[in-house]
């Protein structure tokens, strides 16, 4: 039975750009399917007024190819939205990535065929499309949470989404805005948002750890030094458990004498961004060295924050590192700002959207526009969008009921020839996201040239190996004080959702050390045919 693509990649941001170019480097023929109108993925979606990524450009950047990364100009520390987008545009053009996408298409269902060892590919636009290999790019946080509010649909204004953002841009010039969330991508907007609108109304369930980014324009100086030593940069940066190259103090927080302590969390502090994370080696280890580096950070908000009652309702609660450390520009002082109102529903949920605004705590606020910056059903959300169909017709929504199982983070047993880029079980979004994707990317290329070396055109995980690394994936993020609290990690924003430590916490060097041991061990963990 003939195919009509070696492999059909789901998704056209960093993961399925740079795997359609590693499989035509390789002879294989792809088709990427994108449900957007162009490429970029996170960042074509998430246009909201500040967003920029919490890793310095200089890193956050492909190294596959380094005359790429010799012409690209990057502007500023941290790079923008639009910026960051340009860049990816830049890679498909340098690439001649277009010719093989089809955009504004979703992909609905795939089914593997049992009798021809094919997925048959269907998509919204009803594409029937059968290839040998289905490989998932869509993405860890692609799939926006609106959270099921009651009256939500009574609201009379506008509403926008931060994970789905128009892209004409929003302009809240004299307008009242009312703001639900205080996540990564609240604090980043909830500045530009406030410079803009008459009144701003932020209702905040939980109170977010944040760290300054001091951003600035790059220094062409530093720059120039960085492009002298990418390689060097880059392999630092693989040995470090995010996959970022920042300096890691291995030392215990409350076995540092007090000064030394101050000095280490101030120097990271003034430095900015998330190395913070990184002043000490047991802030996710021990309790009592995070509730050092937590009363530090909570310090800073009393200072910065004027209205003493504000501040308090600002001051984090829950462990830092619990949910993703933010980095923002100016997102406390925002709140001394006399057009910004901060409103605490940590006792009481919002009781309803109405008309003119919403009702919480018994109080009416009334606003022109309303801004979800409510997250996303993280991880599994946009691949179980997808009705898959694996062996027996199973579907990957029954096989996941109490939560994601793969091996690797890559293949899922009973769905043979199916690769996920990114997804649950791998380092992902717990790493610098463009040195993870290259590896996953690299891995699925090497191991089709390597099956079809062999002669072999199915492969699929055995159910011992899936077991295994499922249990060492929840081994490791027990060790760690971020699977004792309530996140997205763990799938606690949705609800309903089954309560599992999705991404692995191992760190990115041994997630490439145990990927290599399979490669070595001749793929060892699964089954070809
Ligand atoms: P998020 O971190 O999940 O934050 C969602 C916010 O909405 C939380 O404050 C949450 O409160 C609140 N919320 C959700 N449902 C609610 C409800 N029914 N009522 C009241 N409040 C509700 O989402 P995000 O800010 O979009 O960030 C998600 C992830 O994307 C980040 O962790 C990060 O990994 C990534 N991101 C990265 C960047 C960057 O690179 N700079 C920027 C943006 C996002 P609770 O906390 O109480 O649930």
């Keep these: 039975m003939s195919v009509d693509f070696d492999a059909v990649i789901i ?129 860890c946080l692609s799939s926006p949470n609106t959270p099921k509010i009651s009256g939500l649909e009574d609201f009379e204004g506008p509403t926008y989404h931060t994970g789905n953002w128009p892209h004409e841009g929003v302009d809240f010039t004299g307008k009242t805005v009312g703001v639900i969330g205080t996540g990564s991508s609240a604090i980043q907007s909830i500045p530009i948002m406030a410079e803009q609108a008459k009144h701003l109304t932020v209702f905040q369930r939980t109170a977010n750890y944040t760290v300054p980014a001091h951003n600035k324009p790059l220094d062409p100086t530093y720059v120039r030094q960085i492009k002298a030593s990418y390689p060097e940069m880059r392999r630092r940066a693989k040995t470090k458990p995010a996959g970022i190259d920042f300096t890691i103090n291995t030392a215990s927080a409350v076995e540092t004498p007090e000064a030394d302590r101050a000095r280490e969390f101030q120097s990271r502090w003034d430095y900015g961004g998330l190395g913070f994370m990184a002043s000490f080696g047991d802030l996710l280890l021990n309790d009592d060295s995070n509730k050092l580096a937590a009363d530090f ?111 690797l983070g890559l293949t899922v047993v009973g769905f043979p020839n199916l690769f996920m880029i990114t997804g649950p079980g791998s380092p992902s979004v717990l790493t610098n996201m463009l040195p993870s994707i290259e590896q996953h990317v690299d891995f699925i290329a090497d191991c089709l040239e390597a099956l079809r070396a062999k002669g072999k055109n199915v492969i699929e995980a055995e159910p011992a190996a899936q077991e295994a690394w499922v249990g060492h994936v929840g081994d490791v993020s027990n060790i760690t004080l971020r699977s004792t609290c309530s996140s997205w990690y763990v799938g606690a924003n949705i609800p309903g959702k089954p309560r599992v430590f999705m991404p692995y916490i191992g760190g990115l060097p041994a997630y490439i050390q145990a990927c290599e041991t399979v490669v070595r061990n001749d793929y060892e963990g699964f089954a070809l045919a």
């Design 11 to 139: 998704g056209a941001g960093f993961g399925g750009m740079y795997m359609l170019h590693r499989l035509r480097q390789k002879g294989f023929t792809a088709r990427v399917i994108e449900a957007g109108k162009g490429v970029g993925g996170t960042w074509y979606w998430n246009r909201y007024p500040g967003a920029r990524c919490d890793v310095e450009s200089v890193q956050y950047s492909y190294q596959f190819s380094p005359e790429l990364e010799q012409e690209w100009e990057w502007s500023e520390r941290y790079a923008t939205q639009p910026e960051i987008l340009r860049y990816a545009n830049h890679v498909a053009d340098r690439f001649d990535l277009r010719r093989d996408m089809q955009f504004e298409t979703r992909v609905t269902a795939a089914t593997f065929d049992e009798a021809a060892n094919l997925w048959r590919v269907e998509t919204d636009k009803n594409d029937k499309i059968a290839a040998r290999f289905v490989i998932t790019a869509m993405g």
């Design 297 to 407: 950070v909570r310090t800073k908000v009393r200072e910065v924050v004027k209205d003493p009652k504000t501040a308090e309702a600002l001051v984090p609660k829950n462990i830092i590192g619990c949910k993703r450390l933010c980095v923002d520009t100016g997102y406390w002082q925002t709140f001394n700002r006399p057009n910004v109102t901060l409103v605490d529903i940590s006792d009481a949920p919002i009781e309803r959207i109405t008309a003119t605004g919403l009702r919480a705590k018994g109080q009416d606020y009334r606003f022109d526009a309303l801004v979800l910056a409510t997250g996303f059903d993280a991880m599994t959300g946009a691949l179980l969008k997808v009705d898959f169909r694996g062996r027996g017709g199973v579907s990957l929504k029954e096989k996941w009921n109490e939560g994601p199982k793969t091996y």
